[in-house]
């Protein structure tokens, strides 16, 4: 893939989970959709994703988000969710990122004291309301694509645990959720190098035991990430989502705590208007309340209001010489985890 010598970026955190934002020096990307555009970096031409994704330009607790303009004649902006295994079609916390991004340094207007954007992307329309002040992005509440339950307490055989029960759902990508006591663990920062090999080993075990397929969506048919849940009190639900090769989520996770939603809803634990707080394993926090009721194909849907912040923290220029040994990157396992080699 041929681009410029440099590529411009915005360096952006969402409850401490990093989201970088290409805002220059990117190529054309073909497609008529940003989901075709998406199923071109994973199925044509992956080297911008790996070279903004892997080392030495980047690390594994790192998402890159590619700006894009719209597809769509009634959205704003587009993008696209890099990662080290896969591009993504839809990120809760790199959609708050890119919000972020897009309003402080001024390639969409700001108007005080809410912005509402309209963003494409390859899961759908996303809809953002910014809260702005002094031209800070204060906050973003994204109205997600229509999250809905696939499946709930589904047998999952696994190597390590047995058979453990998994409820799958969509929230913008599919998730297999997990409460986490059944693998004898909790959802602190001392145990994410276990969580996060856990999370790796299930989503290993999940191929071929659930079909997996989204009913408008075309090849979103696998499971993107595992994420682990415990109930805490005041309703609050403490996540982490795991993340190949293996890492965990520093954030609540937006698209995951859709997902969680749309279980709750399926389950009849949560009402419309009902609201819920996510908490990662560090402590930043999401809310996440159910808007609306739609459906998507044979299933009963929710509509998700995922609520957060973004902070843009520096700004990058990344240069590529023509003789540079690593232009694809590299990665290696003492940081990245057991599952490098699958990358």
């Known amino acids: 893939m041929k681009f410029e010598r440099s590529l411009d970026l915005l360096q952006v955190h969402c409850q401490g989970e990093i989201g970088r934002v290409i805002i220059g020096g990117a190529p054309d990307i073909p497609g008529a959709t940003i989901l075709e555009k998406m199923n071109h970096i994973n199925q044509v031409d992956d080297s911008l994703r790996r070279f903004v994704t892997f080392e030495p330009r980047a690390h594994v607790a790192m ?7 719209p597809c769509r004649a009634d959205a704003d902006a587009a993008f696209i969710v890099l990662q080290p295994d896969r591009a993504h079609p839809m990120s809760g916390s790199n959609c708050i990122c890119v919000v972020t991004a897009l309003l402080e340094s001024g390639r969409v ?12 992307t390859a899961a759908g329309l996303v809809i ?25 307490d589904a047998p999952v055989r696994t190597t390590a645990f047995g058979t453990i029960r998994a409820d799958i759902a969509f929230g913008g990508v599919f998730y297999a959720l997990v409460d986490v006591d059944q ?18 080993a299930i989503k290993s075990d999940l191929r071929g035991q659930i079909d997996i397929h989204h009913p408008g969506i075309a090849g979103l048919d696998e499971v993107a990430y595992v994420m682990f849940r415990a109930r805490e009190g ?5 996540t982490c989502t795991t993340l190949k ?46 808007i609306g009721e739609t459906s998507v ?37 003492d940081t990245w985890g057991p599952q490098v080699g699958d990358l």
Do not use: H, Q
Request: hydrophobic residues 40%.
């Open 245 to 290: 090769p293996g890492r965990v989520d520093r954030s609540p996770c937006g698209t995951g705590s859709s997902a969680n939603l749309a279980c709750m809803f399926a389950r009849g634990e949560i009402a419309l208007g009902g609201l819920r707080t996510s908490c990662s394993i560090i402590g930043g926090t999401f809310t996440a309340e159910a």
């Open 128 to 152: 953002a309301r910014a809260r702005c002040k002094n031209g800070r992005c204060l906050s973003v509440s994204l109205d997600n694509v229509p999250a809905f339950a696939l499946a709930l």
């Open 183 to 200: 693998i004898g663990l909790t959802i602190e920062p001392a145990n994410a190098r276990a969580l996060a090999e856990a999370g790796i």
């Open 297 to 333: 194909g044979p299933y009963r849907a929710v509509l998700p209001r995922i609520t957060g912040s973004a902070w843009v923290y520096g700004r990058e220029e990344l240069r590529l010489s023509p003789d540079d040994p690593f232009a694809t990157g590299f990665a290696l396992s």
């Open 234 to 238: 005041g309703g609050t639900i403490r």
């Open 109 to 120: 207007r700001m108007v005080e004291p809410e912005t509402t954007l309209r963003l494409d």
């Open 63 to 69: 998402t890159t988000n590619l700006l894009l303009p």
